[in-house]
């Protein structure tokens, strides 16, 4: 905020400070270097770090800082922009001459060891140590000694190593260790040598080790996945994206070259994930490249629900003779859509359109329908608006509820550790430590108790950062949350039944709760059980939190918001003959219901038509497969846990065959010789059908400019000004240079012709660069103020805020306590942040890490059963048995089983559920089906 400019509302109070002989109203409290870049000054940095603050270390920022002594003389001394506080009068000076001389002296310095391998180096291109050092002015080595070298180490599959280039920023360190939670990487020191590192090599552990990359000013570490098909930064198309591996909505930026994805790095959104992303989200992107896509329209030669799996002979055909055969399959038959929660709102909206609302189904488990519709049923019916990430930056305590969020939502956990670093504590304020402070805050958090409560059927990775922590079946857990409801206000339904120990427990989060200003409760669909699920929005509505719910897919939230029926009930149609062709979007069926009912979709008289990117068990036996895009290639509206609508732009144009599933879907109404697609042109004109339609979805199109957007006549170009061979890339096909593709989906165009990313409204921001700001570090610059939100307006919107509020939710009943039988298990799932997600199993490095199926007792049941390592458990539940190899989880409660979801070789299982568990000799591999 500048001098200017009026105070106004009932804000903060600012204080004058002066940068260059220019004053400036800001909030307190804040450092210079912020308060400098904030308004527009380039001064150079290393150590600081926008999210992570300050701690002096490289010296980089340095100015003149000035003041007037106690007898009236000007005094001045030089000064680290990082370290000081703005206060009313603070006086700097980045362009003093001594500043400007120790700033180049202390780069000098730091590149006397660096190797000088810029042409060689993967960063380059988007360096912040090249910036810098031009910033500063240094650009002749006069250094000609010998140089100080490293042995560098083997991190695993993601991240590579060369710490030559380390100029001791400890910028890695603190994401590492102080942030991310992690034990396995510090720094090391001997004599006058620093190395940062492991103890050995290894994979690096951490779930958020990838950010490592983004956060290192220099080349030490980097994407070793795109080494593996490197491309220069300044070649790589961009466009903004939205993460597909959970449901959090997180943002992203996909760059790619020559067809392929090549990288995904983190985009910034202030409300989701600022500037970080899970190493799921970051490199679980290789099914976009994988050899399973399909790229060409197939038609089988005969209907494949007449002959065995696998045994139909199909053919590629061209897109014509693919959609005259769907066609006349599906023409004057009984349709049956299934949708997906992995697609976007448009082709969900589309499919429904061909086969009418009373035939669309949704392709999510029973319980994950019943458990999104009680989300949006808590969101529109309560007085507690569902929180976002940022949210949990201003709780002062987190109640976290039957979730284990480092696997089902991991950028929740490393927002949570985030919070737990950064929240303003008693001692904090008492001593005026300020929130950029890295270094005091560090110490001071270490003699502060934890407000962070988890209650949990196993143990999670959050517990090593919690106050309080409890392992109980999901039933006790929400009879936990609602007597604790009860506790807050009588007037809340009383639970009985508790214990003694039960009772203090829950005085302990009562008087947590009634204690705390802003505090915040977070549970979600992924523990499978809707008693803990309304118990927690019970818990928050009485206790005045804010509450965060996780989903667990893109647009899970989306799709049950269109609405449709059961999959278990479109199943059952076929099987009834009420269905005699079915249109599947992209989905894997024998994930979300057992393998005996999708399979009857194939023993019935009912032709398929499948629109998939990959192929799977339902591609396999379809009659018609057209081939449909991954996020990569598609532009589309997805809804992430909070009813936020966000759109998700293509990085790469369709090839080939492929198309998105909406233009399918179109293609096929009009050969139908329906009318009801005709008009759509783009997605614009679907997004616009389906508000129309569906009032609430009314806003969805304001969530990104819409693709007629220009201005001055421009689009947004995806590829940087510095882009090369848009002559050479096509050579081998043509000598003369192809036209770009067009994009009538959105304002980007697949050329370097167009606005630069500051001219780029923010939900069109394809990178982040400025001139003199190549790498990351230079988001500042399209900001409307350091931490702030992007200029050029919001990028997405939120769709639930509308809902009224004016009635409490309905109590929610007490479960009956649970109690352990010999003969019957509770089965609760386990969720694998490597593993559960089978779009991100394609990448090698992440299969890698995912554990073989198994199922998991704790030691007293493993007794009971005469358990050892290596044995194996058969789980026998109605219509289904599974064999696996057993697996000892020390924190489960007895009586209680664990079973993993999604992991490859798993079959479906309903869960939470009840079973019975045998041990059994090892069977030749993981098996599970009907019994």
């Known amino acids: 905020m500048s001098g200017d400019e009026p105070q106004s509302g009932a804000g903060p109070k600012l204080v004058t400070v002066v940068i260059d002989g220019r004053e400036f109203r800001v909030e307190p409290g804040r450092n210079m270097l912020d308060v400098a870049l904030s308004m527009g000054f380039d001064l150079p940095f290393f150590c600081w770090h926008p999210v992570m603050g300050s701690i002096g270390a490289c010296r980089q920022c340095a100015v003149r800082l000035v003041w007037t002594g106690r007898d009236g003389a000007e005094k001045s001394e030089i000064a680290m922009a990082c370290m000081t506080e703005a206060q009313e009068g603070t006086r700097i000076v980045i362009d003093d001459e001594e500043a400007v001389r120790f700033r180049a002296r202390m780069i000098e310095l730091m590149m006397m060891s660096h190797p000088h391998d810029c042409p060689v180096c993967d960063e380059g291109g988007e360096c912040h140590l090249q910036d810098m050092t031009v910033m500063t002015g240094h650009t002749y080595r006069r250094y000609r000694g010998l140089k100080r070298t490293f042995r560098n180490q083997d991190l695993g599959p993601f991240v590579t190593h060369e710490l030559?280039?380390?100029?001791?920023?400890?910028?890695?360190?603190?994401?590492?260790?102080?942030?991310?939670?992690?034990?396995?990487?510090?720094?090391?020191?001997?004599?006058?040598?620093?190395?940062?590192?492991?103890?050995?090599?290894?994979?690096?552990?951490?779930?958020?080790?990838?950010?490592?990359?983004?956060?290192?000013?220099?080349?030490?570490?980097?994407?070793?996945?795109?080494?593996?098909?490197?491309?220069?930064?300044?070649?790589?198309?961009?466009?903004?994206?939205?993460?597909?591996?959970?449901?959090?909505?997180?943002?992203?930026?996909?760059?790619?070259?020559?067809?392929?994805?090549?990288?995904?790095?983190?985009r910034y959104n202030r409300d989701i994930n600022k500037m970080f992303l899970c190493d799921r989200g970051r490199f679980g992107y290789a099914f976009v490249n994988a050899p399973q896509r399909i790229r060409a329209t197939r038609v089988a030669w005969r209907p494949v629900s007449m002959i065995a799996d696998g045994d139909a002979t199909r053919v590629s055909v061209r897109r014509e003779r693919a959609l005259d055969a769907a066609a006349s399959l599906l023409r004057g038959r009984r349709l049956l859509g299934i949708g997906s929660p992995r697609t976007s709102l448009e082709a969900n909206y589309a499919l429904r359109t061909l086969v009418g609302p009373d035939r669309f189904y949704l392709g999510m488990s029973d319980t994950d329908y019943d458990l999104v519709a009680a989300v949006l049923e808590i969101a529109r019916g309560g007085r507690t608006r569902l929180g976002a990430l940022a949210d949990v930056q201003h709780a002062d305590a987190v109640f976290i509820l039957g979730e284990d969020v480092t696997n089902t939502a991991p950028m929740l956990d490393l927002t949570v550790r985030t919070w737990l670093r950064l929240r303003p504590t008693a001692e904090e304020e008492r001593v005026d430590i300020s929130r950029w402070n890295d270094a005091a805050i560090g110490r001071a958090k270490r003699r502060e108790p934890s407000p962070l409560w988890i209650a949990a059927p196993h143990a999670t990775k959050l517990d090593e950062v919690a106050g309080e922590t409890w392992r109980a079946a999901p039933a006790d857990i929400a009879r936990l949350a609602l007597a604790a409801a009860h506790e807050l206000e009588p007037a809340a339904g009383e639970v009985p039944g508790l214990s003694y120990e039960e009772r203090a427990r829950v005085v302990r989060w009562a008087d947590a709760l009634r204690a705390s200003r802003r505090p915040l409760v977070v549970c979600g669909t992924t523990n499978g059980s809707q008693a803990v699920l309304r118990a927690a929005a019970a818990l928050a509505e009485t206790g005045g939190a804010a509450l965060v719910l996780t989903v667990p897919e893109s647009n899970s939230v989306g799709l049950r918001m269109i609405g449709g029926g059961r999959l278990s009930q479109a199943i059952a149609a076929v099987a009834r003959g009420e269905a005699d062709a079915v249109v599947s979007l992209d989905n894997d069926l024998r994930r979300r219901a057992a393998s005996l009912l999708v399979d009857d979709l194939f023993v019935h008289e009912a032709h398929i038509v499948a629109l998939a990117a990959l192929e799977g068990s339902i591609t396999r036996r379809a009659d018609v497969v057209l081939p449909a895009p991954t996020f990569a290639e598609s532009t589309g509206t997805f809804v992430n846990n909070e009813g936020r609508a966000q759109r998700s732009f293509s990085v790469l144009a369709p090839e080939d065959e492929t198309q998105e599933e909406w233009r399918w879907i179109r293609d096929l109404t009009e050969r139908l010789g329906r009318q009801e697609a005709r008009g759509w042109r783009d997605v614009d004109d679907v997004t616009a059908a389906l508000e129309m339609e569906l009032p609430q979805f009314r806003g969805v199109g304001a969530a990104a400019p819409s693709s007629d957007w220009r201005r001055g006549g421009c689009k947004v170009a995806r590829q940087p000004q510095r882009w090369s061979g848009r002559t050479a890339t096509d050579a081998d096909v043509t000598v003369f240079e192809p036209a770009p593709v067009a994009d009538p989906d959105s304002a980007l165009a697949f050329s370097l012709e167009g606005l630069s990313p500051a001219e780029a409204p923010a939900a069109l921001l394809p990178r982040v660069w400025s001139a003199g700001w190549n790498s990351g570090n230079g988001l500042h610059k399209l900001q409307e103020e350091v931490g702030g939100p992007l200029r050029g307006g919001p990028s997405g919107t939120r769709l639930l805020d509308g809902a009224g509020r004016a009635q409490p939710l309905p109590a929610a009943p007490a479960p009956p306590a649970f109690r352990a039988r010999d003969d019957d298990f509770v089965l609760v799932p386990l969720h694998h942040i490597f593993g559960s997600d089978d779009l991100s199993m394609h990448t090698p490095g992440i299969a890698e890490r995912a554990p073989q199926p198994y199922i998991a007792v704790n030691g007293e049941d493993a007794a009971r059963l005469e358990l050892k390592e290596g044995d194996w458990l058969e789980l026998w539940m109605p219509w289904l048995d599974v064999r696996a190899g057993f697996r000892l989880v020390p924190s489960l409660p007895s009586g209680v089983a664990g079973v993993p979801v999604g992991l490859a070789g798993m079959p479906y299982v309903p869960l939470p559920g009840h079973g019975r568990l045998t041990r059994i000799q090892a069977p030749p591999s993981p098996t599970g089906g009907p019994s």
């Open 164 to 266: 030559n280039r380390c100029i001791t920023c400890y910028r890695c360190t603190r994401l590492y260790n102080d942030y991310a939670g992690g034990h396995d990487f510090g720094v090391f020191g001997l004599r006058h040598q620093v190395y940062f590192g492991r103890e050995t090599d290894g994979t690096l552990e951490s779930e958020f080790s990838g950010n490592l990359i983004e956060v290192c000013p220099t080349g030490v570490f980097d994407d070793k996945m795109l080494a593996h098909h490197y491309s220069r930064k300044w070649d790589l198309q961009t466009a903004p994206s939205v993460c597909p591996h959970c449901g959090l909505g997180c943002n992203t930026t996909p760059g790619a070259r020559y067809g392929e994805l090549r990288r995904v790095l983190s």
